[in-house]
Nanobody, 123 residues
Framework: QVQLVESGGRLVQAGDSLRLSCAAS??????MAWFRRAPGKEREFVAA??????????SDSVKGRFNISRDNARNRNAVYLQMNNLKPEDTAVYYC????????????????WGQGTQVTVSS
């Protein structure tokens, strides 16, 4: 079993930067990802990265503004989402996800999910 805990979400202004963290415990996984759900909308893929860090995917809506990275140091398994030039449309609950077998943009690729952290961007 893998447990995921997100942190870092808060209220910011448009144009600000913010870094989200996701701490994973339990065991190593193949890939980790960030998704988000805005009010009244479906869950949306944001970014994903393999354990090695060699393969990374971004959604078109965040490419060039967001950066996903991993920390696989001993006793620390985490994924980060650096978000720059934030826009009001980035307002959402951001979820960390982890999967054992594949890297992708579909939610059902991932086996484990965190509880989410709220990011609010004011205009």
């Amino acid at each position: 079993q893998v447990q995921l805990v997100e942190s870092g979400g808060r209220l910011v202004q448009a144009g600000d930067s913010l870094r989200l963290s996701c701490a994973a415990s339990g065991r190593d996984v193949y890939a980790m990802a960030w998704f988000r759900r805005a009010p009244g909308k479906e869950r949306e893929f944001v970014a994903a990265i393999t354990w090695s860090g060699f393969n990374i995917y971004y959604s078109d809506s965040v490419k060039g503004r967001f950066n996903i990275s991993r920390d696989n140091a001993r006793n620390r398994n985490a994924v980060y989402l650096q978000m720059n030039n934030l826009k009001p449309e980035d307002t959402a609950v951001y979820y960390c996800a982890a999967g054992d077998s594949a890297l992708g943009s579909e939610a059902d690729t991932y086996d484990y999910w965190g509880q989410g952290t709220q990011v609010t961007v004011s205009s």
